[in-house]
């Protein structure tokens, strides 16, 4: 049994809605009360003095942090730490998914120029923490790899990845590819030197005809900046007004 035990209103709070988010059993008692003959493992607030059973191991928890104490209270309740590895499905909005050895303990969609900074919080305090991104959407994925600072990296095949969805899971599929490629060993990687394709140049100016007030599109010199990552499409749209002017 997991038991929060804590003075501490912030912690108790996030602790408490962290656990019933993901529906797992706990229970809760004042620092003092009698402890619960089953408990496994116990939460306080990071600095908090907690009278403690013989043999019951305890989380701190940092009010500002409190998904990374459940993640360790599971971690504890496994009996391992679990390799951290974050898979990310390549995109406009990549997927990101990051496992603790086979479970997964969290989720995105966010947009491509967050993708990095969302991979640094959650690899932070990892230990041999590894990244495997696939090898699809070429442009972005290469840009992540670049983006991505101080971990290791691995691009993965990332054919068949990509579940079918049934009726209600619409928006999921960049997720799911995100865990099963987590789960595949890739190719330790560097950086990924990409010479975009013609179809993936007119994709990019396209984008930017709908960005532009003018409906105007960027030229191949632009839209090749903004591929190997150099420009933003509104930088590229605003040099391209100057150009014009």
Known sequence: MIVVATADFEVYHGVVNELRDRGTEFTTIEPGDEWPEDAAVAVIAAGEHVELPDGVPVVQADPEEPRRAVEAVMATLRGEGGRTVVGIDPGERPGVAVLHGETVVAAFQVPAAKAAEVVAREV?????????????ARLVGSRLIDDIEDVPIELVD????????????????????????????????????????????????????????????????????????????????????????
Do not use: C, F, W
Not at 124 to 136: H, K, N
């Open 124 to 136: 932070e305090d990892a230990v041999e923490p590894v990244v495997r991104i696939g090898d699809g």
């Open 158 to 245: 990332e054919t068949g990845t990509t579940p079918y969805l049934g009726t209600g899971a619409r928006g999921m599929g960049d997720v799911l590819a995100a865990v099963n490629i987590a789960r595949l060993e890739g190719e330790e990687i560097q950086s990924r030197d990409i010479d975009p394709t013609a179809g993936e140049l007119q994709r990019i100016k396209d984008r930017s005809r709908k960005e532009s007030d003018t409906n105007r599109a960027i030229g191949d010199a632009l839209a090749r900046r903004v591929a190997v990552g150099e420009l933003t499409v509104e930088e590229a749209l605003e040099r391209h007004r100057e150009d014009e002017s």
